[in-house]
């Protein structure tokens, strides 16, 4: 009777703290995902003295929150005429639903502390983003440059490690995949390189094709020969990144590069403790266990 008391106990013990480390590790996921990286807030505010541009912006944000549970790109308008305000989302192509859900309400909440009340505003996340105009806003070409962050550059003495060629072959694999995979959306590795590429949802994948064409061009043309880049055009994105390339010594936006590299190394480091914590739980707990076993016999 001892024994099953002593046991159950440490059973449940043992499952609060394994309950406690998931939660913890999909915090961190999560955390990674709703990363600001940049905001684009109109000039002009929302003149709204009726209050009715107002009510359409906040019913198209629940709508567009509301979705994100199910879909990982929807669009959709908000009132009539002038009044009428267009929206949309994007989540990065290997997030879950719920991952979706997530980052977008992150978007949601900050949004109004980011930008206030504009006729316009797009906020971009790690894992997805959101934007909204009024109608007859202007609009800007699909392949306009909106945001960039270029990496360090290589050594002199990497000259001959034909950094530029691989970059070159895996710019064709992201090419390639977002137009055949089905999703608008590419990610893997070519040798020493990671990349990543997509588009809005509603792109053709001949137009995304394009679109990223653009983007790698823009990357070529921006970022020369650095060793990690973000393009991020109004239709698409792409990144690369080489592995051995994990703190960029240069960038565009320091703080922003800075800032991000700072987040993945606390998040490895507490994740790391977190394992052997968990780890040490899991061995205490067994000799716990056979301790009160011998003391029973």
Known sequence: MGMNVITKHYSQTFLFLFILYVFFLHSISNADNTNLIFKGCAEKKLQDPSGICTKNLKSLLISLVSQSRQKPFYTTTSG??????????????????SSCYNCISKIDDMLDKLCGKVVAARVHLCGCYLRYEVVGFKQVPETHLLYKVCGSKQESEDNDNGIVEKRDMAFDMIESGVKNGGKLFYSGSYKSL????????????????DCVKSAEDQAKTECGDSLSAQIYLNKCYISYNFKSNEMPKKSSFPGTALQQHTQKTIALVVGGFAALGFFAVCVLFLKSVLKKKDDMQ
């Open 194 to 209: 990671n990349v990543l590429g997509q588009c809005d949802g509603d792109l053709a994948s001949d137009d995304c094709g």
């Open 80 to 97: 009539e005429n002038k009044n009428m305000i267009m929206g949309l989302y994007q989540c990065k192509g290997d997030l879950s639903n």
